[in-house]
């Protein structure tokens, strides 16, 4: 269960949304929101620690399958056979198709929305979590055959 939880791409989704919430907030700049950065912070700090945690216990219980903190490669990938490395080459075609389409409409927002402060932000928000769903999209529909 431990390997599967810190492989899936929910856990590298969800850092990607604390880190985002924490810039966003950090950016609206007025002094009631200093207790929420603060907060925002902690919790980011917290994750990691508790990410950092369950890889240590990960690594310790199965040391033939390590997962590596700062590994090139990142942790969701399962390329253990074959199999595993060709569901992970079809996720990551349908991501590339995804970027393929999204990313000059997302160009195209920024330019045309660029009078919105937050716009890029959130826009590279949503960008980065359709990759994630995609993946785990892909990931689901290849395991079941």
Excluded at 30 to 37: D, T
Excluded at 54 to 80: D, W
Excluded at 85 to 99: F, H, L, N, P
Aim: charged share 15%.
């Amino acid at each position: 269960m431990l390997p599967k939880i810190l492989r899936s791409p929910f856990i590298p989704m969800f850092s990607y949304l604390l880190i985002l919430g924490f810039l966003f907030i950090s950016m609206i700049g007025s002094e009631n929101n200093q207790s929420l950065v603060r907060v925002c912070l902690l919790i980011l700090m917290a994750f990691t620690l508790v990410w950092v945690s369950l890889i240590q216990l990960n690594n310790r219980k199965y040391p033939e399958s390590k997962i590596k903190y700062l590994g090139a490669i990142p942790p969701e990938f399962r390329e253990m056979d074959e199999g595993q490395q060709w569901v992970t080459y079809k996720a990551c075609r349908s991501v590339y198709i995804y970027y393929s389409y999204a990313l000059p409409l997302i160009v195209g927002l920024c330019f045309a929305l660029s009078n919105i402060k937050f716009m890029t932000l959130l826009l590279l928000g949503v960008l980065g979590i359709g990759q994630y769903i995609i993946y785990w999209l892909s990931i689901r529909k290849f395991k079941q055959f």
